[in-house]
């Protein structure tokens, strides 16, 4: 049998604090086995769990890697506004007339991630 990936781990400043963020984003929960202060965090989700580690060095360079988001009962933008509400901000805006397109967010730690479509928002466009 192949691999599976079991964590998506993200460094951090601020393990606990990033995965609450990340909970309420993914409607998750944080693992009962984390708490305040924590080197590490995670957030139990279906697939692979998002693993927050503290690491000493703060963010400098945009993300290699990013998590796209697509909601599951709102709108895309009704999304990005509840997102914007848990303390995320707008880094790029790739909306478009007709639309199509993401939003490219940063987390409370400066992290970026995009908010795509719904899937019902790109059912009625295809």
Not at 29 to 53: M, Q, R, W
């Amino acid at each position: 049998m192949a691999s599976l990936v079991r964590h998506m781990t993200i460094d951090c400043a601020d393990p606990y604090r990033l995965a609450h963020f990340w909970a309420e984003v993914l409607d998750a929960k944080v693992s009962d086995d984390d708490n305040p202060g924590d080197p590490e965090a995670l957030v139990e989700t279906v697939g692979a769990g998002l693993l927050f580690i503290r690491v000493p060095e703060g963010k400098s360079v945009k993300n290699r890697v990013h998590l796209d988001v697509q909601p599951q009962d709102r709108t895309r933008d009704e999304e990005v506004e509840r997102l914007l509400a848990l303390g995320a901000k707008i880094h790029g805006d790739h909306r478009t007339p007709d639309g199509k397109g993401w939003v490219t967010l940063l987390d409370i730690e400066g992290n970026e991630f995009c908010v795509e479509r719904s899937k019902a928002e790109r059912d009625a466009t295809a």
